[in-house]
Nanobody, 125 residues
Framework: QVQLVESGGGLVQAGGSLRLSCAASGRTFSNYAMGWFRQAPGKEREFVATISRSGGSTYYADSVKGRFTISRDNAKNTVYLEMNSLKPDDTAVYYC??????????????????WGQGTQVTVSS
């Protein structure tokens, strides 16, 4: 499995922006489809975005479409989540996840087999 470490979370006012990073190590990063999920207190973990191995295909949850952008730099073994126009409802722990697969769209947490420890994002109103 690949090891994942998220960073970039923090406290931001509504309407602001943050960029999360997820650094991978241990395996050939470009062989992994990547995803971002989030979990708010008292709620189930939910899908946010996913990106294919090459970065050529992306897919987003409706709740973040048009505001968030997932990208990856295979040379740096890193996947990013650019978050703009943040809302208080975006407050959650954000997790990155990886799956060794050629599949393009993976939106269920059960489809991933490696997870980071999470980074807290808090959006104040």
């Amino acid at each position: 499995q690949v090891q994942l470490v998220e960073s970039g979370g923090g406290l931001v006012q509504a309407g602001g922006s943050l960029r999360l990073s997820c650094a991978a190590s241990g395996r050939t990063f470009s062989n992994y489809a990547m995803g971002w999920f989030r979990q708010a207190p008292g709620k189930e973990r939910e899908f946010v975005a996913t990106i294919s191995r090459s970065g050529g295909s992306t897919y987003y949850a409706d709740s973040v479409k048009g505001r968030f952008t997932i990208s990856r730099d295979n040379a740096k073994n890193t996947v990013y989540l650019e978050m703009n126009s943040l809302k208080p409802d975006d407050t959650a722990v954000y997790y990155c996840a990886a799956r060794l697969t050629a599949r393009i769209i993976l939106i269920h947490s059960s489809e991933y087999d490696s997870w980071g420890q999470g980074t807290q994002v808090t959006v104040s109103s």
